[in-house]
């Protein structure tokens, strides 16, 4: 069994086992997962590419994989895939920058002024 195939059973038993456990809080999770990815003022394909670059950044590997496969099943392409992933790119290493600016102020206190 492939790391994907891996993920969707894993997937279904936890929500099985939810089921099972009559579980309140899941249930509102999947509630509000319904009304979170239904078309609104951004489509639905445009919701699971933002959730895409999300899971992307949050390292959640059965957040892309789920989300990826939801976007392809409402017509996203390749490209637009890409680009999503492209975005998490930038967002995560982004905050790496802003970190080093921090690192530049502290070296400045503790060496002077950086010319």
């Known amino acids: 069994m492939n ?4 993920l969707n059973r894993k997937r279904k038993e936890a929500n099985a086992r939810f089921a ?3 579980s309140k809080v899941y249930k509102a999770f999947l509630e509000m997962e319904k009304v979170t990815f239904c078309d609104g003022a951004l489509s639905r394909k445009n919701k699971e590419l ?3 670059a999300i899971g992307v950044v949050s390292n959640c590997e059965s957040c892309m994989q789920w989300h990826i496969e939801q ?3 409402e017509g996203a392409t390749i490209n637009e895939v ?3 992933i492209e975005v998490a790119i ?3 290493i982004g905050p790496a920058t802003v970190n080093a ?3 530049l102020e502290v070296m ?3 060496f002077g002024k950086i010319k």
């Open 90 to 92: 930038e967002m995560g």
């Open 71 to 73: 976007a392809v099943k």
């Open 82 to 84: 890409l680009e999503a």
């Open 50 to 52: 933002i959730a895409t």
């Open 108 to 110: 400045e206190e503790n």
């Open 20 to 22: 099972k456990l009559n």
């Open 101 to 103: 600016r921090f690192a």
């Open 3 to 6: 790391k994907l195939e891996e």
